[in-house]
């Protein structure tokens, strides 16, 4: 009987093993695009970041500077503090997920924050989808609400 299930455990453990080679080799190697163990660590890696996000609250310190501070971008930009709070609104900042950038999008423009006092950029892409942060050493891509798209055409205001 011993000997029947260490036969047993010793095909089971050459599977994992044969499964593992066969994962690792796929599509060229391991950290090739398109291999499930690299498209597994990019959902896992995504995944942490949303509950992170969500975790920290810092949507809502974001969403909270934003709406404390209507007054100043209404007087800074002309606009009515209706429209600032309209605007802030459609942001859909809670909305906001990291997600990861697809191969296939193409930078179109990237905003210094420096201007603002704030150390990062942020990338905007040919697909509206998608906007990249880069601050403090941190590189994060989010998928934009369909809302919040219709305001990026402002960004090019800021430099």
């Not at 996000?53 to 971008?73: M, N, P």
């Not at 906001?96 to 930078?107: C, E, G, K, N």
């Not at 990237?110 to 942020?122: A, S």
């Amino acid at each position: 009987m011993k000997k029947v299930l260490g036969v047993f455990c010793g095909l089971i453990a050459l599977l994992i093993v044969a499964c593992v080679g066969v994962l690792i080799t796929a599509d060229g190697g391991l950290f090739k695009d398109g291999n499930p163990l690299e498209q597994f660590a990019r959902d896992t890696h995504t995944s942490i970041v949303n509950t992170a996000l969500d975790a920290s609250g810092v949507k809502g310190t974001i969403e909270d500077a934003l709406v404390a501070r209507t007054l100043d971008i209404a007087q800074a930009t002309g606009m009515s503090e209706a429209q600032v709070s309209s605007a802030i609104n459609d942001l859909a900042i809670q909305d906001w997920s990291a997600t990861t950038l697809p191969d296939t999008t193409t930078p179109t423009a990237t905003y210094n924050g420096e201007n603002f006092g704030v150390d990062g950029t942020l990338t905007t892409y040919d697909d509206p989808n998608y906007v990249t942060v880069e601050a403090y050493g941190q590189t994060i891509t989010f998928d934009v609400p369909a809302s919040a798209q219709a305001y990026l055409p402002y960004l090019a205001y800021l430099g």
